[in-house]
């Protein structure tokens, strides 16, 4: 059974560009969420997807926005980079949405010059 | 706007030590969880809690939800260096968002 994983590891955009982000969840799960770190801080919940739909939503503006695909993988997209997006973009997958153990992946570090 | 506030932000204690972290808010939550998070990598669920007044151990390691669901405490007796991390906790109100702390940043000194 594989864990999460996410790719690219590292990623340096210019202010303005367009960034994608993807994630594999884990085996069996169907749930995927996202979350911006920035240094120093907890993560912050970005969206949720739930059987290729977004279930929720967290104060994000809509430049960010996903999807899921039929195999629950995931993407995260962000347009019209900021260089307060720099931060550490996590993903969490579960059983389902109302399961209590959610399973992290390493992370993307993406960093906005 | 839901808050979770964890105290202290820093800590640096010698091997051997005990201590505690609080993870504190004015609102109910149905669950909370606890992670840990090591440089480089993702938080690793340590424990979810979900009852008031509910206590839980892992090993070392001592958790309670307090009896009306707004704050939590990890405990942690006699520490290792292996215990160095992040420590964040986090609270869903029932809306599968969770909500995390600003963690709290434990260095276990040999």
């Known amino acids: 059974e594989t864990g999460v994983t996410q790719s690219p590891t590292h990623l340096i955009k210019t202010r303005g560009q367009q960034v994608t982000l993807r994630c594999s969840s884990q085996?069996?799960?169907?749930?995927v969420s996202w979350y911006q770190q920035a240094l120093g801080q907890g993560p912050q919940f970005i969206f949720q997807y739930y059987r290729e739909e977004e279930n929720g939503r967290g104060n994000f503006p809509p430049r960010f926005s996903g999807l899921q695909f039929p195999n629950y993988s995931s993407e995260l997209n962000v347009n019209a980079l900021e260089l307060d997006d720099s931060a550490l973009y996590l993903c969490a997958s579960s059983l389902e949405p109302a399961s209590y153990e959610q399973y992290f992946g390493p992370g993307t570090r993406l960093t906005v010059t | 706007t839901q808050l979770l506030e964890q105290s202290p932000q820093f800590l640096s204690i010698q091997e051997g030590e005990n201590l505690t972290v609080y993870c504190n808010s004015s609102s109910v939550f149905s669950s909370l969880q606890w992670y840990r998070q090591e440089p480089g990598e993702g938080p690793v669920l340590l424990v979810t809690?979900?009852?008031?007044?509910e206590v839980k151990k892992l090993k070392r390691l001592t958790f309670q939800f307090g009896d009306a669901r707004k704050d939590s405490s990890l405990h942690i007796t006699a520490a290792q260096p292996g215990d160095t991390g992040l420590y964040l906790c986090a609270g869903d109100s029932g809306t599968y968002k969770y909500i995390f702390g600003t963690g709290t940043r434990l260095k276990v000194l040999a």
């Open positions: 085996s069996g799960h169907n749930t």
């Open positions: 809690v979900v009852t008031g007044g």
